[in-house]
């Protein structure tokens, strides 16, 4: 997972703080920033999940959301 979105193993698993990465712009940090204040419940199999659970797939969810961003950035440069 760590090399497929280009991040440390420590980044996924909470021990690296959040690292915006240089090109994002104003517009993409505030896209993220409503991204990460969504607080609706995280579910699996029909029963919330843990509070430590839901942080461990926020920090996957970030990691997709820059890699997305980065990829549709080139894809209209």
């Known amino acids: 997972m760590a090399e497929l979105h280009q991040v440390s193993v420590d980044f996924l ?24 204040e969504e607080d609706g419940d995280v579910m699996f199999d029909g029963v919330p999940i843990s509070g430590e659970d839901k942080e461990k797939i ?20």
């Open 13 to 36: 698993l909470g021990r690296d703080s959040t690292v915006l990465p240089e090109w994002a712009t104003p517009k993409d940090k505030r896209d993220f920033k409503t991204m990460l």
């Open 58 to 77: 926020k920090r996957v969810m970030e990691a997709m959301f820059w890699d997305a961003k980065k990829d549709n950035k080139k894809t209209y440069e």
